[in-house]
T-cell receptor, first 113, second 119 residues
Framework: DGGITQSPKYLFRKEGQNVTLSCEQNLNHDAMYWYRQDPGQGLRLIYY???????QKGDIAEGYSVSREKKESFPLTVTSAQKNPTAFYLC????????????FGPGTRLTVT | AQSVAQPEDQVNVAEGNPLTVKCTYSVSGNPYLFWYVQYPNRGLQFLLKYITGDNLVKGSYGFEAEFNKSQTSFHLKKPSALVSDSALYFC?????????????????FGRGTQLTVWP
């Protein structure tokens, strides 16, 4: 899991509440990514950011929001508009444009009831 | 469009036997290919990558993968499986084209293959 931390590991929320998942990296990586993992569906890209103050929507951005105010931080907010938020959320980072692999944090399991 | 297929949801193999986890891909340019492993309730760990050069790529924990351009495949292999290799394995391909503000650098993942190694 390297120098990427995600907190908390488990998170429980009531339906209708917004919740923010933390992702911090001390690797000095430029790019950061948020994925959602559901059983049997692999990883789906929610948002990604290649530089500070810039981010792009991935394949399933509806109901989510992000910010990238600092290079080391890329928090993800799951809003009440997300219809099915219960999932395992993974944050990843990549060093720079000349690096190809991404490195992942340990993940946050979000349960909304 | 880029995509990855892992045709087997599960692979079962006896300890000590060779293992293969299959992956095929579709990309618009030159493929950059990756394998990751995930243990329960953990993040993904990078195993190996193919960018260019030798078709046989060696990675962590004794794993290797063979790039086959004509078959658009990148199968993961290990000569002798261990019980501790039991995990979920993901193949991924990178978008090799793009410009500023595009999807340059994002990975497209397969659905994953659950490997179980029996003692």
């Amino acid at each position: 899991d390297g120098g990427i931390t995600q907190s908390p590991k488990y998170l429980f929320r009531k339906e209708g509440q917004n919740v923010t998942l933390s992702c911090e990296q001390n690797l000095n990586h430029d790019a950061m990514y948020w994925y959602r993992q559901d059983p049997g569906q692999g990883l789906r890209l929610i948002y990604y950011s290649q530089i500070v103050n810039d981010f792009q929507k991935g394949d399933i951005a509806e109901g989510y929001s992000v910010s990238r105010e600092k290079k080391e931080s890329f928090p993800l907010t799951v809003t009440s508009a997300q219809k099915n938020p219960t999932a395992f959320y993974l944050c990843a980072s990549r060093r720079d444009r000349d690096t190809y692999e991404q490195y992942f944090g340990p993940g946050t399991r979000l349960t909304v009831t | 469009a880029q995509s990855v297929a892992q045709p087997e949801d599960q692979v079962n193999v006896a300890e000590g036997n060779p293992l293969t986890v299959k992956c095929t891909y579709s990309v618009s340019g030159n493929p950059y290919l990756f394998w990751y492993v995930q243990y329960p309730n953990r993040g993904l760990q990078f195993l190996l990558k193919y960018i260019t050069g030798d078709n046989l790529v060696k990675g962590s924990y004794g794993f290797e993968a063979e790039f086959n351009k004509s078959q658009t495949s990148f199968h993961l292999k290990k000569p002798s499986a261990l019980v501790s290799d039991s995990a979920l394995y993901f193949c991924a391909v990178r978008d090799s084209k793009g410009n500023r503000g595009s999807t340059l650098g994002r990975l497209y993942f397969g659905r994953g293959t659950q490997l179980t190694v029996w003692p």
